[in-house]
């Protein structure tokens, strides 16, 4: 399991982290799109985290010549911190906590009433998103689940979690961009991660785009069913 951009290299990292800002989050995706060239034509399952990887996973499965779906996990925040991530929550209800909750102010009673919330969020956007279908089955195909980045790694962590136990032929994480804590995280549950920048230099996400808009659910919805009606056509013909 490898991350791209050797984190052996620690003065070239930080040099890099200085330099390398995505315009915007297809940039990002045309980036990952080229380091995972070697998937092209093996039709992989790309799946998307939601909101904002979507678009993301748009172009880079019309790029490798896969499929495009969502992987829903819903991040737990800290106690009055919406940005500070504890852990995160699976549509299983398979839940990962950080070893710094409790630290965070995070008591039993708190937990479970933002898994309450969160899975509650995810059955919503599953109806909305997918109304007409079930999630694509990832069993025995190549997995790359996509996010725009990652500080912490928990949303990653919870979904590699849910699609390892669907029986993946190979799971990748693909990510522009990531804290060298977030990859060792993830590299536990993914058989490779490629993520072009990996740097200390890391306080949110939005920081490596110039652009960084919020992707909105109509987007989501919109992209979904146009790869979907892509599918069922190739399927006809």
């Known amino acids: 399991m490898q991350a791209q951009g050797d984190r052996?290299?620690?003065?070239r990292r930080r040099r890099s982290a200085r330099q390398l800002i995505y315009r915007d989050r297809i940039e990002a995706a045309e980036r990952l799109a080229q380091a995972l060239s070697a998937w092209r034509g093996r039709?992989?399952?790309?799946?998307a985290i939601p909101r904002g990887a979507v678009p993301m996973g748009k172009l880079i499965a019309q790029r490798l010549g896969g499929e495009l779906d969502v992987v829903l996990t819903r991040k737990l925040h800290a106690p009055g911190n919406p940005?500070?991530?504890?852990?995160a929550v699976d549509e299983s209800g398979w839940t990962y906590v950080t070893e710094?909750?409790?630290a965070a102010g995070a008591t039993?009673?708190?937990l479970r009433a933002q898994v309450a919330a969160e899975m509650a969020t995810m059955r919503r956007r599953r109806a909305e998103y997918t109304p007409a279908r079930a999630p694509v089955d990832p069993a025995g195909r190549v997995v790359i689940v996509v996010d725009d980045g990652l500080a912490t790694g928990a949303t990653m962590v919870a979904a590699l979690h849910m699609l390892r136990a669907r029986h993946p032929q190979r799971l990748v994480c693909a990510v522009p961009v990531a804290s060298p804590q977030a990859v060792d995280k993830v590299s536990a549950y993914a058989d490779e991660v490629v993520c072009p920048l990996v740097t200390a230099d890391f306080y949110a996400v939005g920081q490596f785009y110039r652009r960084f808009d919020q992707?909105?659910?109509a987007e989501v919805v919109a992209l979904l069913r146009d790869d979907g009606d892509a599918?069922?056509?190739g399927a006809q013909r």
């Open 100 to 102: 710094y909750a409790k």
């Open 43 to 47: 039709q992989p399952l790309v799946m």
């Open 231 to 233: 599918a069922a056509g």
């Open 215 to 217: 992707v909105e659910d």
């Open 83 to 87: 940005e500070y991530a504890i852990g």
């Open 8 to 11: 052996r290299e620690p003065a």
């Open 108 to 110: 039993p009673d708190y």
